[in-house]
Structures are given as C-alpha cells and as structure tokens.
C-alpha cells in the first residue's frame, strides 16, 4: 500500500476503533512496526493529534476534535468528487446539492493556484447528460482506478491514450485515441476521443477499458465534439 492511501486507512481505523495498537495498524495495512511508527510521527506532523499510553490496555487514539491543518488532495482527487457530484446531480440524486457544491468550492480553494488551473481545464473536458431508458446495462463492469490519472496526464499534456478495449460482444482490440472529451450518462461514463485510424469521433465506456495510458512525446489539437442537445458541459449543469 503506497504512503497516502496507508496514512488515511490509519486515520480511519483510530477513528472508527476508538483505540487501536502498532500491531493492530501494522496488520491492517500490511506495514512493518517501523513504518507505522513512521507514518503516526507524519500524521502528527499534519496535525492529527495521536496519544500514546504505554502499558496493558494501552495503544493509540485520535483526538476526536483532531483535523488535518495540511493539504493533500491532489487534482484527481478533486476531480473525482466532483464528477460524482456531477453524476449525482444528473441523475436527480443529490439532495443537498448546495451544501455540496460549497463543500467542494472550500475545497477548491485549498490547491495551489497551478493546480486550480489544471483542475478547471480538466472539467472543461467533462460534459453529463441523460442515458437513453433502452440502454442494455446487463454487462456493467467496474471502471478501473488507473483511469483518472492515465485522464489527467492525457487531457491536460495534450497527449494520446493507448489502452485495450472490450466492444459489446467482447472483443478486445487496442487503440491509440485522441482524447476530446468525458461524458456521464448516470451510471455509465464514456470517453469521447478521435480515433486517427477510423477518422472519426468514437464513444468508448469506460468500465470497458483496460490497460489505460497516456503516451509520452505525442500531441493532439482539440476538436470540437458533436454532442446531442440534452448534454450539456459540467460548469453550465444546474
């Protein structure tokens, strides 16, 4: 388990159990006793306050009160609570979509100025509208993590993405694509892009792509992308 997803399962676990021990943690998150001791000295760096009590029935706890005072949300991060929000809000799922939207614009408002920059370019890529009631969702597989990085580096560096994909009856064939743009029709999402080979705009789901990656030393312009009338970009989406 790589650092920042090691450091909040910690942060969960003393939250959730009250009081937990190095031991307890270590085997949790499959870290040595060293590296939990590590991580604890990081996470009260960040200002998690974590007591110690030595002795039998001793161990770790979390201040309840205790917040992290640095930030370490990074873009996809960010981008990835707000195209939930987006999904969401498309499918008339978000109740208190006020609320939400202000949480996210403090959030926000903690990245550095670059990052607001590649944050606000990503979502200008990002379009949502209404999934036909017709659509098969019989085979709806599950989207894979490396996807919004592998998104990132493309989008924002203007780069060609290769991955495999798997067509409605489940053929695999690998493709080296133009990204353009990311569609949310709730609950399936969609990459937009211009495939050189096919001259042409193709849709590609999402949870059928495997093996994504943007590759380095490419280029691409944008084009512009013929959406239907009901899809509309994420920053005019109500």
């Not at 009160?65 to 990835?80: D, I, K, M, N, P």
């Amino acid at each position: 388990m790589n650092i920042r997803p090691r450091h909040d399962a910690i942060v969960r676990s003393l939250r959730r159990n009250g009081t937990s021990t190095i031991d307890t943690l270590a085997s949790e998150v499959g870290a040595s006793r060293r590296t939990i001791l590590r991580d604890i000295s990081a996470l009260r760096d960040e200002g998690y306050v974590i007591h110690s009590d030595v002795g039998r029935g001793g161990g770790l706890q979390l201040d309840p009160r205790s917040v992290q005072t640095t930030t370490r949300l990074s873009v996809q991060e960010v981008f990835a609570l707000l195209i939930s929000v987006a999904a969401m809000r498309a499918a008339g799922t978000l109740p208190f979509s006020e609320l939400a939207d202000a949480g996210l614009a403090k959030i926000e408002k903690s990245l550095p100025a670059d990052r607001v920059r590649d944050l606000r370019a990503f979502l200008d890529c990002l379009h949502v509208g209404q999934l036909s009631p017709l659509q098969d969702l019989s085979d709806m597989g599950r989207m894979e993590p490396e996807l919004l990085p592998a998104f990132e580096a493309a989008f924002l560096g203007r780069q060609l993405m290769r991955f495999d994909y798997r067509d409605a009856k489940s053929r695999v064939t690998r493709r080296e694509v133009e990204p353009q743009a990311m569609l949310i029709l709730p609950p399936l999402w969609y990459l937009v892009a211009w495939d050189p080979m096919r001259d042409g705009f193709r849709h590609f789901r999402m949870d059928r792509i495997s093996n994504p990656a943007a590759i380095p030393d490419t280029s691409f312009r944008r084009r512009h992308v013929p959406f239907e009338n009901d899809v509309c970009p994420y920053s005019e989406l109500q």
